[in-house]
C-alpha cells in the first residue's frame, strides 16, 4: 500500500508559478511510475506528466515548456514546478502512483490539491 499526500496548491496570478509536492508513505516508490493528472469539475481527469523509474518523462502538449516533474526517492517524494500558470491550469491536481507486476496492477491516488489561477 502507497499512501499518498499533496500539498502546494492554492490562488496564483496568471504567469505566476507554482510547486507542487506529493509526499509518499507506506512503500517507496522507486519501482513505481509517479504521475501528475487534473481535473476540473465536470470533466474527466486527465493525465498532466508522468516519470518513469529511470527519470524518464512525458507531458500533455499543453504544459510542455511549462512544467517540471521531478522525484526523489531518497525522499519518497514526487514534484510538479508550474510557471508561466495561466486560468486554464485551474484544476484539482492529483499524484498517482502505478506499478504493473506480474500479479497485476497497483494503482494508488492521492487526495488531490486546488490549483486556482486567477486576476
Known amino acids: 500500500q502507497v499512501q499518498l499526500v499533496e500539498s502546494g496548491g492554492g490562488l496564483v496570478q496568471p504567469g505566476g508559478s507554482l510547486r507542487l509536492s506529493c509526499e509518499a508513505s507506506g512503500s517507496s516508490i522507486d519501482r513505481y511510475v509517479m504521475a501528475w493528472y487534473r481535473q476540473v469539475s465536470g470533466k474527466q481527469r486527465e493525465l498532466v506528466a508522468n516519470?518513469?523509474?529511470?527519470?524518464?518523462?512525458n507531458y500533455v502538449d499543453s504544459v510542455k515548456g511549462r512544467f517540471t516533474i521531478s522525484r526523489d526517492n531518497g525522499q519518497n517524494k514526487v514534484y510538479l514546478q508550474m510557471d508561466n500558470l495561466t486560468p486554464e491550469d485551474t484544476a484539482v491536481y492529483y499524484c498517482?502512483?502505478?506499478?504493473?507486476?506480474?500479479?497485476?496492477?497497483?494503482?494508488?491516488w492521492g487526495q488531490g490539491t486546488q490549483v486556482t489561477v486567477s486576476s
Open positions: 498517482n502512483a502505478f506499478r504493473q507486476r506480474p500479479s497485476g496492477q497497483s494503482d494508488y
Open positions: 516519470i518513469n523509474i529511470g527519470g524518464n518523462t
